[in-house]
């Protein structure tokens, strides 16, 4: 991995709302492999990944970009969900394996609106304590940064970010959204955060049943409330409820809809909102580049 990576003065700022949480030692791998969604073992040193974790009846628990430095040293960045209560859920199936879990605290998400200086998709970039991420889509150039030292992020910084995930279907689990919905239901798929083939995980049989059966019957659709709304808003369609909302972002939200719906209008709080397109370009391949 590359480590000559310039870091010039830009516009990084810390984002509250993230936290670092570190896997270390012989078994991290095999931990991550046993416990995540995703094929892990298929993660070049040096790259990352969309990654989940689920209950065992398949349902997510949270969503974060996983990154592989070595096979004995792994890092989640995990939006929405407090480092030390992550670490503590999780070292409950450590059990006999070599690996520590730890929150990070210290280390801060930087994140900047713009191109990074040498990451690349999947394939991160490292300069001294620094680690660099592509988060670029189809919604334009951004950039993570995990180090110290940054300045806070304005609220406008963080409304934005938010804005662009979403835009992109990164569901934004809130508490009570979580253990909700099964991957499929949040279109996981766009951001190949999870692996039918891998072998064994919690609510593995599920995930693969609904894949392979062809059951999803609902999916993420992105809306444009013209108000704002909550998380766990009921959908109308023909004044019946059809969806919930997931996440939200000012008049911006995720819902889980039907994929096959009538052509009404769909409705929260009264009120009619706007589709739109999901943005693409945030998924990150195994091996690419």
Same mark, same amino acid.
């Given at each position: 991995?590359?480590?000559n %990576?310039? %870091?010039?003065? =830009? ?5 509250? /709302? ?8 012989? /078994?991290?791998?095999g !931990?991550? #492999?046993? #416990? !995540? ?7 070049a040193?040096?790259? @990352?990944?969309?990654?989940? @974790?689920?209950t ?6 949270? +969503? ?34 070599k690996?520590v879990?730890?929150? #990070?605290?210290? %280390? ?19 300069k ?8 670029? $889509? ?11 030292? @940054? ?6 910084? +963080? ?25 499929q ?6 951001l ?7 072998g ?29 709304? #909550? ?8 004044d ?7 996440? =939200?972002? $000012?008049?911006l ?9 009538s052509?009404h ?6 009120q009619? +909102? +706007? ?11 195994? $091996?690419?580049?």
């Open positions: 991995m590359p480590d %990576l310039p %870091l010039p003065e =830009t516009t990084f700022a810390a984002l509250p /709302d993230h936290a670092v949480v570190s896997l270390k030692g012989p /078994d991290a791998s !931990f991550a #492999q046993a #416990q !995540f969604a995703n094929d892990v073992m298929a993660v040193d040096g790259h @990352w990944q969309w990654n989940t @974790w689920l065992p009846k398949g349902r997510v628990i949270a +969503v974060f970009a996983l990154i592989r430095l070595a096979i004995d040293d792994l890092i989640l960045i995990v939006p929405d969900y407090a480092g030390d209560n992550l670490g503590t859920s999780l070292g409950r199936f450590v059990f006999r394996r690996v879990i730890a929150d #990070q605290p210290m %280390l801060q998400v930087a994140a900047a609106l713009e191109s990074p200086a040498s990451a690349c998709n999947a394939r991160i970039a490292r001294l304590d620094t680690l660099e991420l592509d988060y670029s $889509g189809d919604g334009g150039a951004r950039t993570l940064r995990i180090g110290s030292g @940054w300045p806070p992020a304005s609220n406008e910084l +963080v409304t934005t970010w938010r804005n662009l995930d979403l835009r992109h279907g990164l569901a934004r689990l809130v508490e009570g959204q979580r253990e909700q919905w099964t991957p239901h949040l279109s996981l798929d766009r190949q955060a999870f692996s039918v083939r891998k064994c995980y919690p609510g593995q049989e599920i995930v693969a049943r609904t894949h392979f059966l062809g059951k999803a019957k609902r999916a993420l659709a992105l809306l444009d409330l013209r108000q704002s709304a #909550q998380p766990g808003d009921e959908v109308f369609a023909d019946r409820p059809v969806g919930s909302v997931v996440s =939200t972002s $000012g008049s939200a995720l819902a889980i809809v039907p994929i096959e719906r052509a209008a769909l409705q929260v709080n009264g009619a +909102v +706007v589709e739109l397109p999901l943005a693409g370009g945030l998924g990150r391949a195994i $091996g690419e580049n």
